[in-house]
C-alpha cells in the first residue's frame, strides 16, 4: 500500500525546509493542548543536536524528555 500527499506551501525549497532549524520552531510545532516547557535551549535539528523538554501529563505531574537528533542513512 502506498499513500501520497502534495501540499503548496508559499515558500522557496530552501525557506520551507530550513523552517525547522528556526528558533521556537519545536514549540509552534507542538500541539497546543500538550503544555510543554524546554528545560534546555533547542540547539539545532542537525545530528548530535538534542533537545530537554517536560511535559505535564496530569496536574503537577509530568515527564522529562530527552530527545537527539541522529542522522540515518
Known amino acids: ?7 503548496m506551501l508559499p515558500g ?3 525557506d520551507v ?4 532549524a528556526r528558533p ?4 509552534r510545532l507542538s500541539p497546543p493542548w ?3 516547557r524546554l528545560l534546555k ?3 539545532g535539528i ?3 543536536a538534542t533537545l530537554a523538554m517536560r511535559l505535564s501529563v496530569a ?5 522529562t524528555w530527552n530527545a537527539l537528533h541522529e542522522q540515518i542513512g
Open 12 to 14: 522557496s525549497v530552501p
Open 17 to 20: 525546509l530550513a523552517w525547522p
Open 34 to 36: 500538550q503544555p510543554i
Open 46 to 48: 542537525e545530528a548530535g
Open 59 to 63: 496536574g503537577p505531574f509530568g515527564i
Open 1 to 7: 500500500m502506498k499513500f501520497e500527499k502534495a501540499v
Open 24 to 27: 521556537g520552531a519545536f514549540l
Open 41 to 43: 535551549p533547542n540547539n
